[in-house]
Structures are given as C-alpha cells and as structure tokens.
C-alpha cells in the first residue's frame, strides 16, 4: 500500500489528468444522464463540458482555478440534484486544492464520498487519498486508499517496473 502512496504522490500531474480524462469520456458518453431529452439535461451538460475544458487549461497554466470554482457554484445552485452538480463539486475540490485550500478540497470530497455515487464516490475517495498522500498524511492515505481496493475500484498490483504496488482499474467481466 505504502507503493500506491509513493507513485500517486510522484505522478500528481498524471494522475490529475488521467481523472480528467476519464470524466470526460464519462460524461462524453452520457454516464450523467437523468432525464433524457430535456433542455435542462442539455443545458447541465453543455456547461459541465465548458467547466471540464475550463479546467484542462487552468491546470496546463497552474492559474485561473477561481474561475472554475465560481462556475462550479453556478451549476451546482442551478442543477442541485443532477449528476452534474455532483461532478462540479469534484471541480471545485481539485481547484480548491489547487489554490492551496486543503480544508476546502477536503469537505467538498468527504461529502461526495458521503453521497455515495457509484461514479463520484471512488473518484472523491482517490483524489481525498491522494491529498493525505501529498501533504504527509501517509495512514490517512493508506486509509482510503485500502477502502477503494476493498469496495473493488481499483486492484493492487506488484507486476510492474519499480517493484512496489501501483494502483490499476478493475478488470472489465
């Protein structure tokens, strides 16, 4: 376990963008539907995609997170019980962290993990995991870390260069 902390704490900017990429294939695919055909549905999900483009180029230029935060806040007041306010909250805590606001980052994942999204909540307790991990709250890490290997949102793995376990998805049946 203590490999999984390791190579997430070295490999923070691919791990970020790794989460990125997979929510929007997710949210390419419609994995957020939840009422299809209507204009709100559309709406929601037009701004969502703006917020995720947003983000990719605030976190290639490390500036402008406030902006993904405040437009977060408007899609999560507008649409409160959608798929997509969920997953802005997941922006606001990468931004929140992103700007230095630990706590911040840290309330906004507890409460997705809360929640218990079968999507949000895996993708809150990696990014909370990884968070302990960077800022030396290693049994933290180690914590949330072994609750995702339990639950089956990742499988550990010691087959691969470096010698120590690294973190993989699921195999798909």
């Known amino acids: 376990m203590r490999g999984v902390v390791r ?3 070295g490999r923070r900017k691919a791990v970020l963008s ?3 990429v997979l929510l929007a294939v997710l949210a390419a ?3 957020w539907s939840y009422s299809s055909g209507s204009k709100r549905e559309a709406e929601a999900k037009a ?3 703006a ?3 947003r983000f990719q180029i605030v976190a290639s230029r490390r500036e402008g997170f406030e902006g993904v935060i405040t437009e977060a806040q408007e899609i999560r007041a507008r649409y409160p019980a959608s798929p997509e306010a969920r997953l802005a909250r997941y922006y606001m805590a990468i931004s929140e962290e992103s700007l230095g606001h630990t706590d911040r980052s840290t309330e906004h994942l507890e409460a997705l993990i809360a929640e218990g999204d079968v999507l949000m909540k895996p993708l809150a307790q990696f990014a909370l995991g990884r968070i302990y991990s960077i800022h ?3 049994a933290q890490a180690m914590v949330i870390f ?3 290997e339990d639950s089956g949102a990742y499988a550990v793995s010691a087959h691969h260069s470096g010698g120590h376990s690294a973190a993989e998805p699921p195999a798909m049946h």
């Open 7 to 9: 190579l997430i704490g």
């Open 18 to 20: 790794g989460l990125v």
């Open 29 to 31: 695919g419609g994995v």
């Open 47 to 49: 701004r969502m995609s």
């Open 51 to 53: 917020l995720m483009d």
């Open 136 to 138: 030396g709250d290693t």
């Open 146 to 148: 072994k609750q995702l």
